[in-house]
């Protein structure tokens, strides 16, 4: 069994950004110690409780903290960047922490349609963006080679690369939560990974069209795909249970289109009473997460692991912390990699 981490870079109510970040440095260099597989990082913009906004500067921070472990985004939201940036941005990584780096590219905008709106504006992105995804797509890869992109210019071989001399080129994996991405994955042959933590649902039916649709390529000979779970495992089950309702109740303010804030500590979210719906869906994200003790935990990640036919699971520490933790640390967040370390290595 292979354990991954996905991080958000999340910022609790008592953390500024640069406590979150030396937090989520430590988490990384946590992971590596233990023997986690790869440790990516997510791109969101304009969350008061998500710091994770540049993967690509966050990737270059945490490999030059980290020794072993891959480090990668989970993922480079495409249609935000144009193909030749985010090419330089991973070749420029893979050359100063050969392999070691992963690319991951999502389809989503990661944001909010006026964030969506700002970030694409200015550099005359639109709609058209998402239409040209899967082009994008073999224009990121393309680009990284060592052979560069031949541009048809008129008596002219003119050749476009990422970097002058490639030697080797990151791992590229498509992200998503949907038919469209297993589809998409399966046809360009590339590796693929489900967003298993967003709500639980579709995951089976993309996993099989995607293994069953699957043309081998230059990226990967076979299938190649796991998923991702969001987790919390403390000593006890009352305990992981409490330092994962701060993140239950961000999860469903954010399905109710309620404001969003930082990230409650414990007793905070202790204090807050949900309205029933919002109280519904809290509770079924706790169904579909993995929370509990060592022992439950584990058995929960073998589980899905058996369920979805993967042998790589790649958890999202969710826990939050209680008052008068120091504000630069996530304990909780390192005690669940460590305790499932014990269990599943």
């Known amino acids: 069994m292979r354990l991954s981490v996905l991080d958000l870079v999340p910022v609790r109510t008592d953390q500024t950004t640069s406590d979150a970040l030396a937090a989520s440095t430590q988490l990384a260099q946590t992971a590596d110690r233990l023997g986690y597989t790869r440790y990516w990082v997510a791109e969101h913009h304009n969350m008061p409780s998500v710091a994770a906004t540049s993967p690509p500067v966050l990737i270059a921070h945490l490999a030059a903290h980290t020794t072993h472990i891959r480090v990668g985004s989970g993922g480079v939201m495409l249609p935000n960047h144009a193909p030749l940036a985010v090419a330089e941005q991973f070749a420029l990584l893979e050359a100063a922490h050969p392999g070691r780096i992963d690319l991951g590219i999502g389809r989503a905008p990661g944001s909010d349609p006026v964030t969506s709106w700002a970030l694409r504006n200015a550099a005359g992105r639109d709609d058209r963006d998402i239409e040209a995804f899967p082009d994008y797509l073999d224009d990121v890869v393309a680009l990284m080679g060592e052979r560069g992109v031949r541009v048809p210019i008129p008596n002219e071989r003119y050749i476009l690369k990422a970097t002058p001399a490639a030697v080797s080129v990151p791992k590229l994996w498509l992200l998503g939560s949907s038919m469209y991405s297993a589809h998409l994955a399966a046809a360009k042959g ?42 919390v495992v403390a000593e006890t089950s009352e305990e992981a249970k409490a330092l994962a309702l701060p993140n239950l109740h961000m999860m469903a303010r954010l399905r109710t289109g309620q404001p969003l804030g930082p990230l409650e500590l414990v007793e905070e979210a202790q204090a807050q009473t949900l309205s029933p719906h919002a ?5 079924e994200a706790l169904r579909r997460a993995v929370v509990g003790t060592p022992t439950e935990a584990a058995d929960q990640i073998r589980a899905l692991a058996a369920q979805f036919d993967v042998d790589e699971v ?7 912390a209680r008052r008068g933790t120091d504000p630069g640390t996530a304990p909780a967040r390192d005690t669940t990699l460590e305790l499932l370390a014990k269990e599943l290595f």
């Open 190 to 231: 590339l590796p693929y990974v489900f967003a298993h933590h967003f709500s639980g649902k579709g995951t089976a039916e993309a996993l099989e069209a995607y293994r069953t649709k699957f043309r081998p390529s230059d990226q990967a000979s076979e299938p190649l795909t796991f998923l991702t779970v969001n987790a």
């Open 279 to 283: 109280q519904r869906i809290s509770e």
């Open 314 to 320: 790649m958890v999202n520490p969710v826990a939050s």
